[in-house]
């Protein structure tokens, strides 16, 4: 008999602190209370999140429930219902063989209504009757406002699991709710006989915040001691309540006990003893809830003896006195802790519903955008570079910003700002907007003097969505011939004309050549405005000569990944577009491509991977067949993925502007991408039934240019970290 199932001998029931599908559904559940000795399933939040989120077990009911048009809130309380009362129906049977006593798993409320009683009870009833199992717990925290619901609900005939137990006082009172919800179902003339509890008391997390406390004060006799102390106290709280006459009048009415459970059991100072949570609480009607690895290392070598929770109690309340006379007010750090619990569960949750929320932003795209993917021949090369795509992780790790994805020469480190687009726009979009609100009072016209990254994301801008009531007449000019710079600003009056300087490095030498000799014909610093980065020459000259207007932009966004900084959205916003509206569209595509969202269903994720893996066994030319309307956003594309692959010799070679050929005219060298929007005809079907590898999409509106910046940056860097 493993030692988790000796446990039972002595009074105490191990517990699973996981849950998930795979865990329920393959079996492992119930092997694991046949043999390694659990009695019971634990959840909360987190756990929830990890499943959900590293898992493709809940992919079909994701999409379905998608479809019907749920809320993320309401997604996740269907997967977590299910899996609970799934979780319920496998321990089931042993809950009735052991005539309710364990086999129990708990759903907790949900973190955001923790400091609101009322709701706590109303979710605690919804939950209690959606699942329909008497094996259930409904897990309520034990902060101010969980008290009272602790109460409310036990007299509303549900089992409660109370978690964040931190303090003995709380505890306590803990108590004191049961209690008095019994009593009150008593009074009512109700059965007590079906309503079980525990009480959640949280042990490895007082170590982790009272060690640090304990270094600080130089205290190191009782590091690592207080946490088993705390919960040997806690024990001999609940001893002391079984003993009441209020107690035994209840259990005389057939009411049964409200064990402690030790939460928290995992060690998380590796310096300790893997099982320190486990062997010295071990005692009558507890119960210990255990993380997998805990549960394994007490399996592999804890030892079982009985009682232990008893044992040392004074050396333990002489430890809790050592707190005291250092300075350390134990209360203060379980408030502490209960708040830091109702924090974590809430981030969790918080990123769950992020998750969720972008698995259908992703979903609902690709059915609006009509997305096809025909790989044709090239279905084994696609599979290669996906699969070197999940292996390297590069969803999360692209957007935990690990620059070790493109090697070890790399400047990535200092130039992956553009992942914070959105928020950068939604930050400075007021701003940008007076500005443009200002300048169409001065001027007439705009002429943007730039090169490369500066000027091929405003002329997209300008010749996909154009000037809009309210702007001014905006023109980029980024060529240094001569009739080119007369053709750019023919009918243009000078004096009437905003120039706006755009560079980078503020050293491009096209662009000081093109400021000097507009500043030869338009003698007034107020005549012009910059956009650069901080501590240029531009940025200086902008100072010297009393520039209108200057923009420093974020050092760590490069210039071809600069469409949504101030080097994109100030010259839209002098077309007269409205620059909140261009980065909602970039938002629901950071969105649809952030890394919770799986790479079969993450369209900026998937081109980079296929494009690369294609590109590995020599269809390396991205050939891009764009629509009338969208056309001028190949030559931004061919610039951004020209000369962001190919660093280490191997690259891949975006062809725009060819004009399409029949089926037969191309070689086995090509991924063609095809963008149109959804009210023109341009189907480039005959491609994908050749064989060819074609990725096809369309866009709702020409608004929605702004989220394919986004995408293809985050494609491009994902065709990097493949190559």
């Not at 109702?342 to 698995?359: E, V």
């Not at 950068?424 to 007021?430: L, S, T």
């Not at 507009?518 to 610093?525: A, E, K, S, T």
């Not at 931004?636 to 962001?644: D, G, I, N, P, R």
Request: net charge neutral; with cysteine.
């Amino acid at each position: 008999m493993k030692p988790a199932a000796r446990l039972n001998e002595c009074g105490q029931s191990a517990w699973l602190d996981l849950i998930g599908r795979k865990l329920i559904h393959s079996g492992e559940l119930l092997r694991m209370t046949e043999e390694d000795g659990v009695r019971g399933v634990t959840a909360n939040p987190a756990i929830f999140e990890k499943a959900i989120v590293e898992s493709d077990e809940y992919d079909d009911q994701l999409r379905t429930l998608i479809d019907q048009g749920k809320s993320p809130l309401e997604i996740y309380e269907a997967i977590a219902i299910d899996d609970v009362r799934s979780a319920c129906d496998v321990l089931r049977p042993m809950f009735d063989r052991l005539q309710g006593r364990d086999g129990f798993v708990s759903l907790e409320v949900s973190p955001y209504i923790a400091r609101d009683t009322k709701a706590t009870v109303q979710e605690a009833k919804r939950f209690w009757r959606a699942v329909e199992r008497p094996n259930l717990f409904i897990k309520i925290p034990a902060n101010p406002e969980g008290i009272p619901a602790i109460r409310e609900a036990t007299a509303a005939g549900i089992s409660v699991n109370i978690t964040l137990i931190f303090s003995v006082h709380v505890y306590e009172q803990v108590i004191e709710a049961y209690i008095s919800g019994l009593e009150e179902r008593v009074a009512k003339g109700l059965p007590v006989s079906q309503i079980h509890s525990v009480a959640s008391f949280f042990v490895s997390r007082v170590d982790t915040l009272v060690d640090k406390l304990l270094e600080e004060k130089g205290a190191r006799d009782v590091l690592g001691k207080i946490a088993v102390a705390n919960a040997k106290e806690a024990y001999q709280v609940f001893l002391k309540s079984i003993a009441t006459g209020r107690w035994k009048a209840l259990e005389s009415k057939g009411a049964t006990r409200q064990r402690p459970l030790w939460a928290s059991t995992g060690t998380k100072n590796k310096a300790y003893s893997d099982v320190l949570y486990v062997e010295p609480l071990i005692g009558r009607d507890t119960v210990n809830t255990m993380p997998l690895p805990t549960l394994q290392a007490f399996n592999d070598h804890g030892k079982v003896e009985a009682d232990t929770v008893i044992k040392d109690v004074d050396q333990a309340r002489a430890q809790l006195a050592r707190l005291s006379q250092v300075g350390i007010d134990l209360e203060k750090v379980c408030a502490e802790l209960t708040e830091q619990g109702l924090d974590l569960f809430t981030k969790a949750l918080d990123g769950l519903l992020h998750a969720i929320s972008a698995r259908a932003a992703a979903q609902t795209f690709a059915k609006k955008a009509q997305l096809r993917e025909s790989l044709g021949r090239r279905k084994e090369d696609a599979a290669a570079g996906l699969d070197a795509a999940r292996e390297k992780k590069i969803g999360a790790r692209l957007w935990a910003r690990d620059t070790a994805l493109w090697g070890a020469k790399n400047v990535a480190k200092t130039r992956l700002g553009w992942l914070d687009a959105t928020k950068f726009g939604k930050d400075h979009a007021a701003e940008i907007a007076t500005f443009a609100r200002e300048a169409t009072q001065k001027f007439r016209h705009c002429l943007l003097l730039g090169m490369g990254g500066s000027s091929l994301a405003p002329e997209v801008f300008a010749r996909i969505l154009g000037k809009r009531d309210g702007g001014i007449d905006l023109r980029v000019l980024d060529s240094t011939a001569p009739d080119a710079v007369r053709a750019t600003t023919r009918g243009f009056d000078l004096r009437k004309t905003l120039f706006l300087v755009s560079s980078k490095s503020g050293t491009t030498t096209e662009v000081d050549g093109f400021y000097r000799y507009f500043r030869g014909q338009v003698n007034d610093g107020a005549n012009f405005a910059a956009i650069t980065d901080p501590g240029t020459p531009l940025q200086k000259r902008a100072e010297q000569e009393r520039f209108w207007r200057t923009f420093i932009n974020p050092p760590d966004i490069g210039g071809r990944y600069s469409a949504l900084s101030y080097f994109g959205l100030v010259p839209a916003a002098l077309l007269g577009l409205d620059v909140n509206a261009l980065i909602e569209q970039a938002g629901k595509v950071a969105i649809a491509s952030h890394a919770r969202v799986p790479l079969q269903e993450n369209l900026a994720l998937r081109i980079g991977a296929i494009a690369a893996g294609l590109a590995k066994k020599g269809a390396d030319k991205l050939t891009f067949l764009f629509s009338k309307n969208l056309a001028p956003l190949g030559g931004w594309l061919e610039q951004l993925v020209a000369e962001s692959t190919g660093k280490q010799g191997r690259g891949i070679v975006p062809v725009d502007g060819e004009p399409p050929g029949t089926k037969d005219a191309y070689g086995n060298d090509r991924l063609f991408v095809s963008l149109s929007l959804a009210s023109e005809a341009h189907d480039m079907s005959h491609l994908a039934e050749a064989g060819h590898p074609l990725l096809q999409w369309k866009l709702a509106t020409p608004a929605e240019i702004a989220g394919e910046f986004l995408r293809w940056e985050i494609a491009t860097a994902a065709m990097g970290a493949v190559l």
